[in-house]
């Protein structure tokens, strides 16, 4: 049997390099070498074992790109030696949600990297992936490996603005200067909004929401946040908020941050249940919804950093060997400042 070296979380809050067996694609799937693979916030947060979604043991690891090494039976299409990408979510393809292309609630949905009560299965921090066929996507002329493995985050951002009900020149507040929070300000930009403010409580954070797209840059820690966005708004709030976090303090800001009759966007996905501010909501006539993954964005998101359109470089504070993993995760866990993403090569 042949093995691959690969970051595994051993136990909660545990990460070794460890030698696994390689595995084997099966029909209709495709043997990967990853090339390059992101640290994920949900990867971070899911190995204490708080968002029981890493169950171990688990190889994590969604944000992935590298080269096909073989390919499984009835595979047509594809070549080894193709530079490729994949999204997260394997989707069976069959059921109704499906077939009518809303992959990304697939009743038989499957996350790389994630392990829950119904499905084990292993991600992209290895040497090898396997991974379905039909969820490759093949990178453009110029992307590289890295620039490839930050795909999935800026698909999901695309996904959130997709749902959002933009209006050209709307006033944005993004809640959150995260990695998904800094991708959703420039995909903000592109689709139009007028005035885009972000809320933070780390000021590094904000600067880099400024440099990619954000008109303004609010500290909640230092100030509040909901004086300082009804000031920019000539006191009536923003037209569309996008939450990015996940916690019952943001979600409720949030809210108000919001005009009346405005649209919330739920996007951070931390805490399994939150305390939701009904008659707010009510009263205030705000509408809500919920973002899940991202639904077929890929080659649009592809296009668009190939052509520059989406600056994804400047987020990337580190790229180091998989070996150095368990380090690098210890540092995005305390929460080390400047640390955005890190992309790990095996």
Same mark, same amino acid.
């Given at each position: 049997?042949?093995?691959?070296?690969?970051?595994v979380?051993?136990?909660?809050?545990?990460?070794?390099?460890?030698?696994?067996?390689?595995?084997?694609p099966?029909?209709?799937?495709?043997?990967?070498r990853?090339?390059?693979?992101g640290?994920?916030?949900?990867?971070?947060?899911?190995?204490?074992?708080?968002?029981?979604?890493?169950?171990?043991?688990?190889?994590?690891?969604?944000?992935?790109?590298g080269?096909?090494?073989?390919?499984?039976?009835?595979?047509?299409?594809?070549q080894?030696?193709? !530079?490729? $990408?994949?999204?997260?979510?394997?989707?069976c393809?069959?059921? %109704?949600?499906c077939? #009518?292309?809303? +992959? @990304? *609630?697939c009743?038989n949905?499957?996350?790389?990297?994630?392990?829950?009560?119904?499905?084990?299965?292993?991600?992209a921090?290895?040497?090898?992936?396997?991974?379905?066929?039909?969820i490759?996507y093949?990178?453009?002329?110029?992307?590289?490996?890295?620039?490839?493995?930050?795909?999935?985050?800026?698909?999901?951002?695309?996904?959130?603005?997709n749902?959002?009900?933009?209006?050209l020149?709307d006033?944005?507040?993004?809640?959150g200067?995260?990695?998904?929070?800094?991708?959703?300000?420039?995909?903000?930009?592109?689709?139009?909004?007028g005035?885009?403010?972000?809320?933070?409580?780390v000021?590094?954070?904000?600067?880099?929401?400024?440099?990619?797209?954000?008109?303004v840059?609010?500290?909640?820690?230092?100030?509040?946040?909901v004086?300082a966005?009804? !000031?920019? $708004?000539?006191?009536q709030?923003?037209?569309i908020?996008?939450? %990015?976090?996940?916690? #019952?303090?943001? +979600? @409720? *800001?949030?809210?108000?941050?919001?005009?009346?009759?405005?649209?919330?966007?739920?996007i951070g996905?931390?805490?399994?249940?939150?305390?939701?501010?009904?008659?707010?909501?009510?009263s205030?006539?705000?509408t809500?919804?919920g973002?899940?993954?991202?639904c077929?964005?890929?080659?649009?998101c592809l296009?668009?950093?190939?052509?520059?359109?989406?600056?994804?470089?400047?987020?990337?504070?580190?790229?180091a060997?998989?070996?150095?993993?368990?380090?690098?995760?210890k540092?995005?866990?305390?929460?080390?400042?400047?640390?955005v993403?890190?992309?790990?090569?095996?």
């Amino acid at each position: 049997m042949e093995t691959m070296k690969a970051l595994v979380l051993v136990e909660y809050n545990r990460l070794e390099i460890r030698e696994v067996p390689r595995p084997e694609p099966g029909p209709g799937e495709v043997l990967v070498r990853v090339k390059a693979c992101g640290i994920c916030g949900s990867d971070v947060h899911g190995m204490d074992g708080s968002t029981g979604r890493r169950i171990p043991p688990l190889i994590m690891g969604h944000e992935a790109a590298g080269v096909i090494d073989r390919l499984g039976s009835g595979v047509t299409g594809w070549q080894p030696g193709d !530079r490729v $990408t994949f999204d997260s979510t394997i989707s069976c393809g069959e059921c %109704a949600y499906c077939r #009518s292309g809303l +992959i @990304n *609630l697939c009743d038989n949905r499957r996350v790389l990297g994630v392990a829950i009560e119904e499905y084990h299965q292993d991600g992209a921090f290895a040497e090898y992936v396997t991974v379905p066929a039909r969820i490759l996507y093949r990178l453009p002329e110029g992307v590289s490996f890295t620039q490839a493995a930050m795909i999935e985050p800026v698909s999901v951002a695309f996904h959130a603005v997709n749902l959002t009900p933009i209006r050209l020149n709307d006033t944005a507040v993004v809640i959150g200067a995260g990695m998904i929070g800094l991708l959703t300000i420039q995909t903000l930009r592109l689709a139009g909004c007028g005035k885009i403010i972000a809320v933070d409580q780390v000021p590094d954070r904000l600067e880099l929401a400024c440099r990619h797209g954000a008109d303004v840059g609010i500290n909640a820690a230092a100030e509040d946040a909901v004086s300082a966005v009804l !000031r920019e $708004t000539g006191g009536q709030g923003a037209d569309i908020a996008l939450e %990015a976090v996940g916690v #019952s303090q943001t +979600i @409720n *800001l949030a809210v108000d941050c919001l005009r009346k009759n405005g649209h919330l966007t739920l996007i951070g996905n931390v805490s399994p249940a939150v305390e939701y501010p009904l008659q707010k909501i009510v009263s205030r006539q705000i509408t809500t919804r919920g973002s899940a993954a991202s639904c077929g964005e890929y080659p649009a998101c592809l296009d668009m950093l190939a052509r520059g359109a989406v600056k994804v470089e400047s987020l990337i504070s580190a790229e180091a060997p998989l070996e150095e993993g368990p380090l690098w995760f210890k540092r995005l866990y305390d929460r080390e400042p400047g640390l955005v993403k890190v992309i790990l090569v095996p």
